[in-house]
C-alpha cells in the first residue's frame, strides 16, 4: 500500500537545513496498532489483494544486465510464476528495454521459473554443467537489443497489450552495483540484480541486492522473509527555508503488513555544519585496505540532538 505523510514544523532561529536521522522511522499494525489507523489500513489492504488475484502472477525476479566478462553473451531476464496456476505464455512480450514475444505452447508452471537470455547456447555453456543441467524448455531466446548497462526501463505485456510487470531498474544507488568480478580478477563472475523476494515489489529500489547469478532458480543469496519499511520520494518545501517559514516535508511510506504512522525526526543546523553519520577514515588506512568500514559517529546517534514529530496522513 502507499501512505503519503505530511509533518509541519514551525521554527524560528537562523538560515538552517533539515537533516533526516536514519531515514525515517514507521510503525507496522503488526507489532503496534491504534483503531483508526488499522481500520484504513486493513481496507486499502484488502482492495490491493482484489487487484492482485485479476492480474497474472508473473514477476521479473532476476536482471542480468552487465556480465562483466564481454566474451560471454549471459544476460537474461528471468520471469517466476507465483501463482498457483500455470500460465499460458502464448502472445506475451516484452514492451520496451528489449524484443521478445514468447511462441505457441510456452506455459509457465505455478511456483517455476524462466529465463529469456541474449544467447542461450552460452548460458547453457556458463551454467550447465556436471549434474547441473537447466532445463531447455526453460532458456528461452535469443532477444533482440541489450539490456542497458546503467538501467531502463523493462516491460511486460499480455497477449492483449496489457502491462503485467514493470522494471525501472538503475545501476547505482538506491540501486545495487554490478558490472564487477566477485572476488576482483576473477573473469565471468559478475553479478545480477536480483529480487529479494518475489512477493516484494520490484518497482522499489531497496528490494533488490547483487548477488552471483541464479538463472531458474530461488534467489536464496539474497532472499528475505521479513522485508523492512520502505520509504521513498521524500521532499521538502522548501527546500531550504528562511527564518521563521514553516516546513512541510512529505513522503510515501509502504510496508507487506501496512503503515499505521510514520515518524520524523529532524535537527537544526546551521548550514554546512551537519553532522555526518559516520566518522572519516584517515587516508593511510585507505591505503593499506581500501574497504575499510567507516566507524559510526556517536554524536550523530545521540538521540538528545533529535526532535521527533508524527507525521499526518
Known sequence: MSLLGYGRKHICGSLFDIVCRRAL??????????AAWCF???MVLVLLALCA????????????????????????????????????????????GLTYRFEFGTRLPAGEYLIVAENPEHI?????????????DRVLGPYEGRLDNDGERI?????????????????GFPWPIVGSPVPRGTAGTGASLQLVNPEAGNDVASNWRSAAPSPL???????????????GKVQCDPEQPLSGESVTVTIEATDADGVIGVGLEYQVVLAGQYVPARLPVAPSVLQSDPDTEPLKNPAYYNSTQWTQVFMMD
Open 25 to 34: 522511522s514507521l510503525v507496522s499494525p503488526a507489532r503496534e496498532g491504534a
Open 217 to 231: 532458480a530461488p534467489n536464496s543469496e539474497v532472499y528475505r522473509e521479513n522485508l523492512p519499511p520502505y520509504v
Open 124 to 136: 547453457h555453456r556458463k551454467w550447465s554443467a556436471g549434474r547441473f543441467s537447466l532445463d531447455r
Open 155 to 171: 516491460t511486460l505485456c499480455n497477449a492483449e497489450g496489457d502491462l503485467v510487470d514493470e522494471v525501472d531498474y538503475a545501476i
Open 53 to 96: 488475484e485479476a492480474n497474472a502472477a508473473v514477476v521479473i525476479t532476476e536482471i542480468h544486465c552487465n556480465p562483466d566478462d564481454e566474451t560471454e553473451q549471459v544476460e537474461f531476464i528471468e520471469l517466476h510464476n507465483s501463482g498457483a496456476d500455470a500460465i499460458d505464455l502464448y502472445g506475451w512480450h516484452f514492451g520496451s
Open 40 to 42: 484504513r489500513v486493513a
